[in-house]
T-cell receptor
Framework: DGGITQSPKYLFRKEGQNVTLSCEQN?????MYWYRQDPGQGLRLIYY???????QKGDIAEGYSVSREKKESFPLTVTSAQKNPTAFYLC??????????????FGEGSRLTVL | QKEVEQNSGPLSVPEGAIASLNCTYS??????FFWYRQYSGKSPELIMS????GDKEDGRFTAQLNKASQYVSLLIRDSQPSDSATYLC????????????FGPGTRLSVLP
């Protein structure tokens, strides 16, 4: 079955640690995205990538880093510089970066808690 | 003005009634519009997409788009308790770097 796989689903981090969230898709989509969602709030864009080896900052990129070495994979690292990382992280993909086509499909999410 | 606005709710409707969810947006050249449903603790799932003015129906769901008035709505007929969720309005357009912009969501509660 085609889809987006995020791992881990739940992650606990001590302050000062970097953590990496995995996102893999087998939909052959060109564009991939990372969003953050805080309780009772909407989705905020962290980073996005429209092609391999290229990515752009979203609205809240500070304290995060990404890579896009393969079309299928778009991992997100939450660094110790992110002051309030506890949140629900959503990876998504769309068929292309063209605004005239393509819905956004989401993975199941990763819930990060800082202890 | 925020880019995408929705009434946060909660919107409560009795089972079997029509639920009407509304969304307004600020960018006139937005091209694509979407409604997502998100259950508590889960990821959003696509309900409807609409690209042209008018109505688009899919089962119990109808999306309505009016670009001149800059609003998009979602009607849910014969509402069921299982429809209780947060509904996110989203759009996509060149002015946003071809990215998706989400509203804050409307929480719908369907009462048995």
């Amino acid at each position: 079955d085609g889809g987006i796989t995020q791992s881990p689903k739940y992650l606990f981090r001590k302050e000062g640690q970097n953590v990496t969230l995995s996102c893999e898709q087998n939909l052959n989509h060109d564009a991939m995205y990372w969003y953050r969602q805080d309780p009772g709030q909407g989705l905020r864009l962290i980073y996005y990538s429209q092609i391999v080896n290229d990515f752009q900052k979203g609205d809240i990129a500070e304290g995060y880093s990404v890579s896009r070495e393969k079309k299928e994979s778009f991992p997100l690292t939450v660094t110790s510089a992110q002051k309030n990382p506890t949140a629900f992280y959503l990876c998504a993909s769309s068929i292309s970066g063209n605004a005239r086509s393509g819905e956004l499909f989401f993975g199941e999410g990763s819930r990060l808690t800082v202890l | 003005q925020k880019e995408v606005e929705q009434n946060s709710g909660p919107l409560s409707v009795p089972e079997g009634a029509i639920a009407s969810l509304n969304c307004t947006y600020s960018d006139r050249v937005s091209q694509s519009f979407f409604w997502y449903r998100q259950y508590s603790g889960k990821s959003p799932e696509l309900i409807m997409s609409i690209y042209s003015n008018g109505d688009k129906e899919d089962g119990r769901f109808t999306a309505q788009l009016n670009k001149a008035s800059q609003y998009v709505s979602l009607l849910i007929r014969d509402s069921q308790p299982s429809d209780s969720a947060t509904y996110l309005c989203a759009l996509r357009g060149d002015n946003y770097g071809q990215n998706f912009v989400f509203g804050p969501g409307t929480r719908l509660s369907v009462l048995p």
